[in-house]
């Protein structure tokens, strides 16, 4: 029997220690644009041969998602520091000419005239091209729907110019997460639908685009702390259990000596 209680605190252990590093990221992001937090998601096992041992029972991680609740914005005066407020993701090129997509909306104007994010990837237009604005333009407006207009001359009034592109997905959880805090689509996710913010009849149509903002990381500090602190608490009690299991184990192989 106390063998059998090593092996499920061992896995105890494993699994508080996955869901510890879990919040450790949120936390670490939690002034991270557009970040979405990680949750993991634990399920039980009664007499699982496989994983634990014959007759034994435990838990073990059945999923690590992201949860792509909404953040709060944060006024940035940019117009190119795009916020999505609703569903949907920024369609981007990288530098390699792969697609990607991203909630991180902090963009600027490159040497080359193309708006592009930090690490240099591209944003996509509705053509799915890259969006060049004129060497000549003397400034930008980005509406909610995403229209970009450009002023030539000072004279006269703004000009439509271009559109951004977002994607959506019916299951974005099933997203994989790169690095930068980019997605990539794969057959758990569904392959991207390409709309307009406020476009009618596709899964953006209650989505805006506000400029000269950043959506902030979804992390709740406050949220994450409590469940560390739980966290620990199982740890400690987990460990205590191992202890008495281990004694009492030690115990029962000196008395058969």
Known sequence: MSFHALKTSGSSLKNIQLGINAISHNI????????????????????????????????????????????????????????????????????????????????????????VDAAGNYLLSTGGGKISIPLEAQGIEITPEGEINVL??????????????????VNPEGLHQLGGNNYQETSSSGMASFSTAGESASQTQETALV????????TDLSESLTDLMAYQRSYQAVSKTSSVADEVLQATINLAS
């Open 28 to 115: 670490a992001n939690v002034n991270t644009n557009g970040y979405k937090k990680q949750q993991v998601g634990f399920a039980a096992l009664v007499n699982s041969k496989a994983n634990l041992g014959e007759g034994l029972s435990g838990t073990v991680m059945s999923s690590t998602k992201t949860v792509f609740s909404q953040g709060l914005l944060k006024n940035t005066g940019s117009a190119t520091d795009l916020a999505i407020v609703g569903e949907g993701f920024f369609t981007l090129q990288t530098t390699s000419g792969e697609v990607v997509y991203s909630r991180a909306g902090h963009f600027n104007i490159d040497a080359n005239r193309d708006i």
């Open 211 to 218: 400029s000269g903002t950043l959506e902030l990381s979804n």
């Open 152 to 169: 030539i001359d000072p004279v006269t009034s703004l000009q439509a110019y271009d559109q951004i592109q977002l994607a959506s997905f």
